[in-house]
C-alpha cells in the first residue's frame, strides 16, 4: 500500500515515497527498547504519534494510522526526517479521528458483589484479612436520576454537535441494578442512535439479561480474569463468602454467547500473584471460549492508593512474556488490541466534558472512572452541569493519574514501546496487518 491510498488506523502503509525495505539503518536499538524520537515539530505536536524501531523497519504510529517506514526516513538518532514526516502529514497519519459519539459512562450501581483488594473503588484493605474492602458510598440509579442525566446528556451532545450516544454501563457491579441498565438503554435511544458497552464481572449475567441488554443495543462485555483459575479464585472472590468465581463466569459467557451477538474484551489482571498463569490461561480460555468473538488484554495491576502492592516491574522478564502471550492469543484465534498513538481520553481529557462525561449512580459528575462516587472529587451534577474551573481544576484527573508505580515514566513508556514493537512485528509477520 502507498502512501496516496487510503490509510486506517488498524492499517500500516508501507509507502514507497516514506518506506524502504531493508533494516534501519539508524543507531543500534537497545536491547529490549524498541523506542525512538519524532523531529522537535512532530514531537511536540499534540497528537501523541510514536516511532519504533523494529526487527526489520520502522513503525509510525499515529492518530490517523500505522506506518512502515525504512531507515532513510529517520536520522542517526532515532528521529522521523522532515520529508518523511511531510508526507505523513499529507497522507493523513497526524490528523486525529472525528468523535463521532458523545461517551457517557454511568454507574449504574456503585456497590459489588465481589471483594478484590486492588479495586480502585476500595477505599483501604480489610484490615481483618477478609473479603470485605471498605468502599465508596453504595448508590443505585434511579428512574428519576436517569431523567436527569439524559437531560445533561442533550445538552452536552448538541453543544457540540454530536447526533449518537455511545453508553458504558459501569459499577461497582452495573448488573447488581438490571433494571437501571435495561431503562437507561431504553430511554436513551430516545434522544439519540445509542449503542453500549459494558464492564462487568459477569458473575450476574444470565441469558435472559444478555438476550434484552443486546437488543437495546449492547454490543460487547468487559471482563477481567485474575490468571488461572486457581490464582483468579483466590484473588476475585465472592464479597459474601469469599468464594471463588472463575467457572461462573466463564460458564456465564458461553451461555451469554449463545443467544446473543456479544463480543467479549477479555482483560488478564497481570501481578506477582497471576503472573506465573498466565499461559494456562490462554489455553483454557482458548478450550472453552470462542476465539474469534474475544479480544485478549493484559494490563498489570496498579495502586491507587488503598494499599495494594505489585512487586512485579515493568522491567526483567515482563516485556518478554507480555509479548509471549499477545503472540499465543493471536495463534489460538483471539484477537489482541492493536498498538496505536497516544490518545486523548474523549471523557477526562477535556476540562469542559465536552465529548463525554462520567455519572454516578445518584447523578454526581467526575472527571474520570476512578474518583466516581469518591467524596471531594465531584466536578458537577447532572442537574446542574459542571462546576466552575476554579473549583474542578484540582479534582480533574485523567486516566492514570492516581496510580503509583515504584518505576518512573521513562521505564514504564520503556516497557510500553519494547511489548508493541514487538506486536507489531509479529503481526507484519504472519500478515495480519
Known sequence: MTIDQAVSPGRPVSPEQVAGTGRPTGPERAAGSGHAVLSDRAATAPSGARLLQGERNWWFLGPGGVARLGGRHVTADGALRPEAEQRLRESGMFTPTQVRAYALTVLTSTHCNLGCGYCFQNTAQDQLGGTRPPRIARTRLTSETISSLLGFTERQMAAVGLEKLRILLFGGEPLLNPRGCVELLERAADIAPTSAWMISNATLLTPTLARRLAGLGLTSVQVTFDGDRADHDRIRIGRADGSGTFDKIVRNIVKASEVSQLQWTLRVNVSQETFHGVDALIERLAATLDPARCTLYFARIGDVGVGYANSLLHTGELPT?????????????????????????????????????????????????????????????????????????????????????????????????????????????????
Do not use: M
Open 321 to 433: 512474556a507480555f509479548t509471549r502471550w499477545q503472540r499465543r492469543a493471536l495463534d489460538l484465534g483471539f484477537a489482541v488490541s492493536r498498538p496505536g498513538s497516544r490518545k486523548t481520553c474523549v471523557t477526562c481529557g477535556h476540562a469542559d466534558g465536552r465529548y463525554g462525561a462520567v455519572v454516578s449512580a445518584d447523578g454526581t459528575l467526575a472527571s474520570c472512572w476512578e474518583t466516581a462516587g469518591k467524596p471531594d472529587w465531584e466536578v458537577g451534577t447532572v442537574a446542574e452541569g459542571y462546576l466552575p474551573s476554579t473549583v474542578t481544576d484540582d479534582r480533574w484527573v485523567a486516566c492514570q493519574d492516581l496510580y503509583r508505580y515504584d518505576e518512573d515514566a521513562r521505564t514504564l513508556a520503556r516497557f510500553r514501546d519494547t511489548v508493541d514493537t514487538a506486536l507489531l512485528d509479529y503481526l507484519d509477520e504472519t500478515g495480519r496487518l
